[in-house]
Nanobody
Framework: QVELEETGGGSVQAGGSLRLSCDAS????????GAWFRQAPGKEREGIGD???????RYIDPVKGRFTISQDHAKSILYLEMSSLKPEDTAKYFC??????????????????WGQGIQVTVSS
């Protein structure tokens, strides 16, 4: 059974940084791919970026240049490094992972495994 645990969230002032981790315990495959999503109060969930088997990443425009997604295949962990945080980045952040040969992506979020979400609050 695969369980995802997100850690690293919290409160930070604008301009600060946070690093989220998504530990996929029980993930039995040699390579892990995934995406990060967020949902702000009163808004729909949005995909913010994803990473493929080779570490190639894609991001939505509002986070490009500020957020970095990476993975550790050996440890089955997905990371989201966030810098130059803005109040509009305040949301609950979710990770989603799957085997790398699936077609899941941030725009096609058919991932098999999802985390419970972790709060990120950015104050001005």
């Amino acid at each position: 059974q695969v369980e995802l645990e997100e850690t690293g969230g919290g409160s930070v002032q604008a301009g600060g940084s946070l690093r989220l981790s998504c530990d996929a315990s029980g993930f039995a495959y040699s390579r892990i791919c995934g995406a990060w999503f967020r949902q702000a109060p009163g808004k729909e969930r949005e995909g913010i970026g994803d990473v493929d088997s080779d570490g190639v990443t894609r991001y939505i425009d509002p986070v490009k240049g500020r957020f970095t997604i990476s993975q550790d295949h050996a440890k089955s962990i997905l990371y989201l490094e966030m810098s130059s945080l803005k109040p509009e980045d305040t949301a609950k952040y979710f990770c989603a992972v799957d085997r790398c040969w699936t077609s899941a992506s941030m725009s096609n979020p058919g991932y098999s495994y999802w985390g419970q979400g972790i709060q990120v609050t950015v104050s001005s």
